[in-house]
């Protein structure tokens, strides 16, 4: 999920400074939220803007339409309250601001124009749940939104099991090879399969066979990014790219998703480069 404060909605309908990268944003393939706060506060800025003649009256009311269809959930500042007031004083900062912060941790990523803010995000410790408008792009921003819709269970399980299940599965494909030896081997399904009946195999599958499949579609990709060919700029198609087979479920490709599974921690290391702006 994306969260996105007033500073970015109203640049979608107010061509000024950063209107451009605002408009960007949008195209990312992630959940948009917001508090039910960005309403208010946008109605606020646009009056201003309406006043000083850098708006029509009329552009008002057409604005804050945009936005709501824009943001495709409003989270009720009643359930952000304590958290940004806790956030406020922490910070030292605006407590309107940080409910927007609120709303980001444990859903996502924010994306801010308030440079202020932002660095004070980060050098506070809450860096890595903000992003500055002007230095995001989509390889970053998807990166983000995903790493932070996946659980900390989920991503647990998968770096202690995926190892196992490499290791078994290399085990298997090296036997299958020398059974043969001074030949090419065509490895057979039916000789790999031993490995999907593992304990780390079962074990895994137990797990992902609960997860809905926007979860699924995450860790899918996440595999599809740990081979060697995948960079973190691939990672906004490989997601998409994995939506189709996600909705589907993981019963009907229970095989195919597991056998990316091995190759998700390496993901999970390119995921994390790029959702801190690194190149992998």
Not at 114 to 132: A, N, Q, S, W
Not at 191 to 216: I, M, N, Q, R, T
Not at 239 to 251: K, P, S, V, Y
């Amino acid at each position: 999920m994306i969260v996105f404060d007033t500073s970015v909605a109203v640049k979608w309908t107010v061509k000024e400074q950063d209107h451009p990268e605002a408009i960007a944003v949008l195209e990312v393939d992630e959940e948009r939220i917001a508090p039910d706060l960005l309403l208010p506060e946008l109605a606020y800025v646009l009056r201003k803007k309406a006043i000083r003649g850098e708006i029509p009256p009329e552009h008002c009311g057409f604005a804050i339409g945009a936005v709501r269809e824009a943001i495709g959930q409003f989270i009720p500042s009643i359930d952000l309250v304590d958290d940004a007031i806790a956030l406020s004083i922490e910070l030292n900062h605006s407590a309107f601001d940080c409910f927007f912060l609120a709303c980001a941790l444990g859903r996502g990523v924010l994306i801010s124009a308030d440079e202020v803010f932002v660095r004070k995000c980060e050098t506070t410790g809450y860096g890595e749940f903000v992003i500055l408008l002007r230095e995001a792009d989509n390889a970053r921003l998807s990166a983000s939104a995903a790493f932070r819709s996946l659980d900390a269970q989920t991503i647990s399980t998968i770096e202690r099991l995926a190892p196992k299940i490499e290791a078994t599965f290399t085990a298997l494909y090296e036997a299958a090879k020398a059974s043969v030896p001074g030949r090419i081997k065509f490895i057979n399904s039916q000789e790999l399969l031993p490995g999907f009946k593992s304990p780390a195999s079962l074990s895994l599958v137990k797990h992902l066979e609960k997860l809905p499949p926007s979860e699924l579609r995450i860790l899918l990709a996440l595999g599809w990014l740990g081979r060697e060919y995948h960079g973190s700029a691939d990672w906004p198609q490989l997601l998409a790219d994995a939506d189709h087979t996600a909705r589907e479920g993981f019963d009907r490709h229970k095989g195919y998703i597991l056998a990316q599974m091995a190759n998700v921690p390496r993901g999970i290391v390119k995921l994390r480069d790029a959702a801190d702006g690194r190149k992998s």
